[in-house]
């Protein structure tokens, strides 16, 4: 196998190239753990030759793709891995919010594949241990002939607009002055269309209309991929549903709450986006 001569980041791929050069992730519990050196920036990719120290502490190991070319896998450290000289255990939300779109997509893959893995050791038809396929990323079970691929749930994401304002809404959970926008799961037989006027009409009570697709982002959590969007408000009149809403207001562009998420996140772009076209036609 041969990956793209232009590959930049990863290559989310289930085989091996069988480069000299090998990196590795490594994950203790939902934990990053960072390697920096002599004062250098904290990486999430390691060189296999700076991460065999780990190795003592390794409980698995699955191979995940290229990075920049070069083979690389995930480890599953026990905890005490965090003691060793020059490594740093991170949380993994912390890091998200603050990596760039690469080493975004490095963390949110690592983890998924080691969460599925872990997840699917037995056949949910038989029982029967599942071993690991070697030419994808699937876990078969011999005896029913079944495979199981990592599972990725579709979700959606919108910024709902009414002119120079945005809502923001806070789930129960979050502290008094953390604010985000809408999201979702799509429901089976859901087109991610339908998802958003369900979401946003069940949790605020608002229709929308004129949606428009903004990009998409993988969240491991444990395998979300989120579809963004930015809809315009039919209506204004909020109705919080009380559960998966606490409260919801609208903000104008240059009066956003305290807390929200930063641009690293789908959640931030899509609030960064509304900013920077409000900007443009009000200012």
């Known amino acids: 196998m041969t990956t793209p001569l232009n590959l930049e980041g990863l290559y989310a791929s289930s085989l ?68 060793c000289d020059g490594f740093n255990r991170v949380e ?24 599925w893995q872990k997840k699917h050791q037995f056949c949910g038809q038989c029982g029967a241990v599942n071993r690991m396929s070697e030419t994808e990323h699937a876990l078969i079970c011999e005896p029913c002939v079944i495979r199981q691929y990592p599972r990725i749930s579709p ?32 429901e089976a037989g859901e087109s991610a269309e339908q998802a958003l006027h369900r979401e946003v009409f ?4 608002l229709e929308i209309h004129n949606i ?25 009149d909020i109705k919080i549903d009380g559960v998966e809403i606490a409260e919801a207001h609208w903000f104008k562009y240059d009066q956003l709450p305290s807390v929200v998420a930063p641009p690293t996140i789908m959640a931030g772009r899509l609030i960064q986006l509304f900013v920077e076209e409000s900007k443009a036609r009000y200012d």
């Not at 939300?93 to 949110?108: I, P």
Request: hydrophobic share 45%.
């Open 16 to 83: 091996r190239v069988d480069s000299k050069k090998k990196w590795v992730v490594a994950v203790i519990g939902g934990d990053i753990l960072l390697f920096g050196s002599h004062g250098s920036k904290p990486a999430l990719a390691i060189a296999a030759e700076d991460a065999d120290v780990l190795k003592f502490f390794r409980e698995g190991r699955l191979h995940i793709g290229q990075w920049w070319g070069s083979d690389c896998e995930v480890w599953d450290l026990t905890p005490e891995a965090a003691g």
């Open 92 to 115: 993994l939300r912390t890091l998200l919010a603050q990596s760039a779109d690469a080493e975004f997509s490095l963390a949110s893959r690592a983890t998924q594949l080691l969460d």
């Open 155 to 186: 979700c959606v994401i919108v910024a709902v607009v009414s002119g120079d304002r945005c809502l923001f809404a806070r789930h129960p959970r979050w502290p008094e002055n953390r604010f985000s926008t809408l999201a979702g799961f799509i």
């Open 202 to 205: 069940e949790e605020v009570g």
């Open 212 to 236: 428009r697709y903004v990009g998409s982002q993988a969240w491991p959590y444990p395998g979300q991929l989120m579809l963004g969007y930015i809809a315009d408000a039919k209506t204004e």
